[in-house]
């Protein structure tokens, strides 16, 4: 039993969405979020500077007594996650884009892959990509200048229409039956992203998969929270406008 917080990073709002999911499955555990907006976006950083970031925002989320971490970025897990795990004794939870689920169940053998540069170019993403899509075709995007707007405050309206139909179109035209959203921020634009494409294109991301495996490590380390009334706190070193938009003003965020 702990009833310690279970810290959650992104390099914005994105892990608001890993968040909420984690929220259903584990409503007796404390949580502290932390958007590291200051340094956002880190999709085109290099992975020593993602590496920097990921280890002084685990650093603070440990200092504020976390228990577990889950690294809800894509291009924070696919660049820094295994240097965290040797770096820190707290377990991780990372988040890569699901191409195992979409690699497994495409009929055309062509998925998509929306995701920040720092992801589709990392190891991680490289490895995962040979090991369960090596006979499929993954038809990658380099989603730039989403995440920027996503944090200024845009999840619908031309802007963010105009931005998706750029990315989304020559997919949908090369005949793709699975979209990964390879980005913790991507979910937000759902609605869009739906109207957009053809019925018949599933829609994947990794959000439920993230807390259930949050579930069950800490279930396998036993540190189990028991509270009846829990807390969510919030944290962020940039303006806290995207934080209070998207979680409609109903908590104190605190700035650092
Ligand atoms: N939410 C982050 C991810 O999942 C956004 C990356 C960025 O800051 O560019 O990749």
């Known amino acids: ?45 290099s992975k020593k500077e993602i590496l920097k970031l990921s280890v002084k925002n685990t650093k603070f989320l440990i200092d504020k007594g976390c228990k577990i ?18 770096e820190f004794k707290i377990p991780f939870v990372g988040i890569e884009p699901a191409i195992k689920p979409a690699a497994m169940q495409t009929k055309s053998g062509l998925i998509g892959v929306l995701a920040t540069k720092g992801t589709l170019s990392s190891g991680l993403f490289g490895s995962t990509t040979n090991d369960y899509a090596s006979e499929i075709k993954i038809i990658e995007k380099n989603a730039e200048g989403l995440v920027e707007l996503i944090e200024k405050g845009f999840i ?58 949050t579930k069950k490590l800490i279930e396998k380390n036993n540190i189990e929270s028991n509270l009846i009334e829990v807390k969510y706190s919030f944290y962020c070193n940039g303006s ?16 650092i």
């Open 1 to 45: 039993m702990n009833n310690s917080p279970i810290g959650i990073f992104d390099s914005g709002i994105g892990g608001i969405t890993i968040l909420n999911s984690i929220k259903k499955i584990l409503p007796n555990e404390n949580i502290i979020y932390f958007s590291d907006n200051f340094n956002s976006p880190y999709g085109n950083k």
């Open 69 to 86: 971490i889950v690294v809800a970025c894509n291009t924070a897990t696919t660049n820094s996650i295994k240097e965290l795990r040797s």
């Open 156 to 213: 619908d309206g031309d802007k963010i229409e105009k931005n998706l139909k750029k990315y989304l179109f020559p997919m949908i035209d090369k005949g793709i039956d699975h979209l990964v959203l390879g980005c913790t921020h991507y979910p937000l634009l759902i609605k869009t992203i739906r109207s957009l494409i053809p019925k018949n294109i599933k829609i994947i991301d990794s959000g439920k998969a993230v807390a259930k495996q």
């Open 240 to 255: 806290p406008k995207s934080l209070n938009m998207i979680l409609n003003n109903t908590f104190a965020i605190n700035s």
